[in-house]
């Protein structure tokens, strides 16, 4: 079992920065990927952005070169720096994780609204 813990969500302006944070304990050992998706009102839960153990990244098209995604192994810790925050941006973020067994975890989600 793995438990996941997020942080720093919040309110933001338009065109400013957050960085949250997702602290795995438990089996944390066994993680491989972890990620992080959204959801935003009446959509449908979307990946944002995931890295894998070694350190290589994938992110979706609309945050690509605003958003960077990065992990502290040491820490069992990943980390999602948001910058030049759009309104669309807004939603419910959750960190997820993989596990050498194929199962994944989710966490409870963080709250990020962008106000214009």
């Known amino acids: 079992q793995v438990q996941l813990v997020e942080s720093g969500g919040g309110l933001v302006q338009a065109g400013g920065s957050r960085r949250l944070s997702c602290a795995a304990s438990g089996s944390s050992f066994s993680i491989n990927t972890m990620g992080w998706y959204r959801q935003a009102p009446g959509k449908q839960r979307e990946l944002v952005a995931f890295i894998t153990r070694g350190g290589s990244t994938n992110y979706a098209d609309s945050v690509k070169g605003r958003f960077t995604i990065s992990r502290d192994n040491a820490k069992n810790t990943v980390y999602l720096q948001m910058n030049s925050l759009k309104p669309e941006d807004t939603a419910v973020y959750y960190c997820?994780?993989?596990?050498?067994?194929?199962?994944?975890?989710w966490g409870q989600g963080t709250q990020v609204t962008v106000s214009s």
């Open positions: 997820a994780v993989w596990v050498v067994t194929g199962h994944n975890y």
